[in-house]
Antibody, heavy 123, light 107 residues
Framework: EVQLVESGGGLVQPGGSLRLSCAASGFTFSSYEMNWVRQAPGKGLEWVSYISSSGSTIYYADSVKGRFTISRDNAKNSLYLQMNSLRAEDTAVYYC????????????????WGQGTLVTVSS | AIQLTQSPSSLSASVGDRVTITCRASQGISSALAWYQQKPGKAPKLLIY???SLESGVPSRFSGSGSGTDFTLTISSLQPEDFATYYC?????????FGGGTKVEIK
């Protein structure tokens, strides 16, 4: 069974840092692109970041560029999101999601998604 | 960034009804559109990709159509388990973007 399990969320003060992890199982992690998508309480979905299967290509949403860093460890079947200089507007459930798309393309849809981890930025 | 506008933002329908949700892109995206279903407290679930391709395991009452800027998700006969929020997502280019969502409620 394909499974993604996020961890690392919690309460952090504005300006603080947090590192999210996503453990993948049930598929060849090193062959797939991965993404982080977030959802603020009661709001819609917002794509945050993308990383290619090798880690050589990375994209960020403008809202997090310069503050968040996506990375992966294919040997550990794990995806990460280092979040620095956190703001109240970063409060959200953060999902990791496997990217699925056309061969050779860097854009993708998402399937499956993890269950999410809640990040709350508040003093 | 490509903006996706979903309509309506919410609707009330009865079991057995035919439901149509619209997603309009601010510029042409060919068929690079996916649809997701999200239930309260749960992660989104992929329903449709490539505008009209049904994801494996998704009931055939769900269908998608459209290309360019105008897309629709149709539920041919609404079932009790279909009451949820539905999102479209474009994957034509970065930043990847989502529509604002359509909440389907019980009438």
């Amino acid at each position: 069974e394909v499974q993604l399990v996020e961890s690392g969320g919690g309460l952090v003060q504005p300006g603080g840092s947090l590192r999210l992890s996503c453990a993948a199982s049930g598929f060849t992690f090193s062959s797939y692109e991965m993404n982080w998508v977030r959802q603020a309480p009661g709001k819609g979905l917002e794509w945050v970041s993308y990383i290619s299967s090798s880690g050589s290509t990375i994209y960020y949403a403008d809202s997090v560029k310069g503050r968040f860093t996506i990375s992966r460890d294919n040997a550990k079947n794990s995806l990460y999101l280092q979040m620095n200089s956190l703001r109240a507007e970063d409060t959200a459930v953060y999902y990791c999601a496997r990217g699925v798309g056309y061969v050779g393309a860097t854009t993708s849809w998402f399937d499956p998604w993890g269950q999410g981890t809640l990040v709350t930025v508040s003093s | 960034a490509i903006q996706l506008t979903q309509s309506p933002s919410s609707l009330s329908a009865s079991v057995g009804d035919r439901v149509t949700i619209t997603c309009r892109a601010s510029q042409g995206i060919s068929s690079a559109l996916a649809w997701y279903q999200q239930k309260p407290g749960k992660a989104p679930k992929l329903l449709i990709y490539d505008a009209s391709s049904l994801e494996s395991g998704v009931p055939s009452r769900f269908s998608g159509s459209g290309s360019g800027t105008d897309f629709t998700l149709t539920i041919s006969s609404l079932q009790p388990e279909d009451f949820a929020t539905y999102y479209c997502q474009q994957f034509n280019n970065y930043p990847l973007t989502f529509g604002g969502g359509t909440k389907v409620e019980i009438k």
